[in-house]
């Protein structure tokens, strides 16, 4: 069985404890990717150590030339897209074709942000004083800590990793322990572009390292992707250490769908934004408010369609869906069927494990649509991060805006009209950090901000222009060259 080390300081290294865990194909759980370096303490330790030594010199290194090595990062991911992408298909499961889109988006993160490095731009103002120049620069930070969740196991990471580095700051990465393989095949990347040991580093293990890194006092700078219920615990621990953490969490994101849209179009732009990756996104349309007017006809269109998604592996020709992670979200599945059941809503189709033949192999579930969902309900209300979509009905536009808002989260959201006005009223009134126009909840490209509202987020924004907030720190800097002391708001009033 292949093994697979840490990587610090531009080595490969194995556990100090010597210990492993195994990763498991979730379309084939008798395929065994390899065994993975779990991590304790003291690797924290070491890989945190090297980033902060590397930091001294890396922050002096000029912005242009630190995009040159980022430049060569894209240029190494698209020269590798077909042969990462196959190997994240076989760790996570969704199909090639999909991966495929992950590696460009890191591609595009990569060229964004080495471009990015010439336009750092500070901000200067005129003085209130005669003889005397006002100035702003931004500066790295320190040594940050990366933590990520399994969907996307190369664009997410590269959308905090590659502007982090591009502003002078060192980097430790923690994989989710679903998808380490693809945490070594960053670091190759990274190894083969030539950056200096310690810029980069990846610890392999499972969520209590993660804690570790939080924790650690060197590391200045957290950016986390995942659950909202783990988010909010390392916020806390954050406030507590006067520490910057960028949070991108949860989502139940809304599709709304007017008796006057193009229902062929809306019809492709809920079955992508609901059973791509297997609904496994924080973006995934997990909510559809139909009008009352289109309602029993589009579900009908919808479960038709939806019938004919194809389930198996994601390296297989033809493939629409993939497998879930793991088997406890195959459970969380099942147990979000038996809760919909319970609480009175309709199943159109699915609601169980697929075991037909080479996918009882696997973790799949079958899409699964309910309706007459209403927002009382936890299927309504609650992150499933699986392939079931609850269906709710609309009376006006006005009450599709309230049943769009009605829960805790506010990442992603979609109208689907021919209505200009109403589209952009629900530009206006929807609460979400994202929102489309006559297209589904996913679908977000790596140079424009990227982030949520409300359970969502707190406040930062990645991609784009608006990521390079989370990563530097600005610098004031006043100029006198009055020759004489000039004391601000005394001597000029």
Sequence with gaps: MEKFNNYIN??????????TFLNINPANTSDIIGEFALSEQEDVNDAVRAAKIAFEKWRRTPAPKRGDYIRKVGDIFTRR???????????????????????????DTAYYSATETRRLFGYN???ELYNKMNLSFRVPIGVVGVITAFNFPIA???????????????????????????????????????????????????????NMLVEHPDVKVIGFTGSTEI?????????????????????KNPQIVMDDANLELALEGVLWGAFGTTGQRCTATSR?????????????????????LRLGEGLKEGTDVGPVIHEAQLKTCEDYVRIGLEEGARLVIGGKRAMDGELAKGYFFEPTI????????????????????????????????????????????????????????????????????????????????????????NGHREGGWTVFDIFTEWKTVYVDYSDKLQRAQIDNY
């Excluded at 580095?165 to 998808?179: E, H, L, Q, R």
């Design 288 to 308: 559809l408010i139909l009008h009352k007017n289109i309602y029993d006809k589009f579900i009908e269109m919808l479960a038709e369609k939806a019938s004919k």
């Design 81 to 107: 897209k077909d042969e990462i992408a196959r190997a994240m298909t076989r760790e996570m499961g969704k199909p090639v074709f999909e991966t495929k889109g992950d590696i460009q988006e890191a591609i």
């Design 10 to 19: 531009g080595k490969w290294i194995p556990a100090r404890s010597g210990k």
């Design 156 to 210: 997410v990471p590269s959308w905090k990793i590659l502007p982090a580095i591009a502003s002078g700051n060192t980097v430790v990465f923690k994989p989710s322990k679903d998808v380490p393989h693809a945490g070594v095949m960053f670091a190759e990347v990274m190894e083969e572009a030539g950056l200096p040991p310690g810029v980069f580093n990846v610890l392999l293990g499972k969520g209590a390292m993660g």
């Design 370 to 457: 309910f309706a007459d969902v209403t927002k009382d309900m936890r299927i309504f209300k609650e992150e499933i991060f699986g392939p079931i979509l609850s269906v709710s009905k609309a009376e006006s536009f006005e009450h599709a805006i309230e049943l769009a808002n009605a829960v805790e989260y506010g990442l992603s959201s979609s109208i689907y009209t021919k209505n200009v006005n109403q589209a952009f009223a629900a530009i206006n009134e929807i609460e979400a950090g994202i929102t489309y126009i006559n297209a589904p909840t996913i679908g977000a490209e790596a140079h424009m901000p990227f982030g949520g509202v409300k359970g969502t987020g």
């Design 125 to 127: 103002a005129p003085s």
């Design 231 to 251: 988010g909010c615990k390392l916020g806390e621990i954050c406030g507590r250490l006067n520490k910057r953490i960028s949070l991108e969490m949860g989502g």
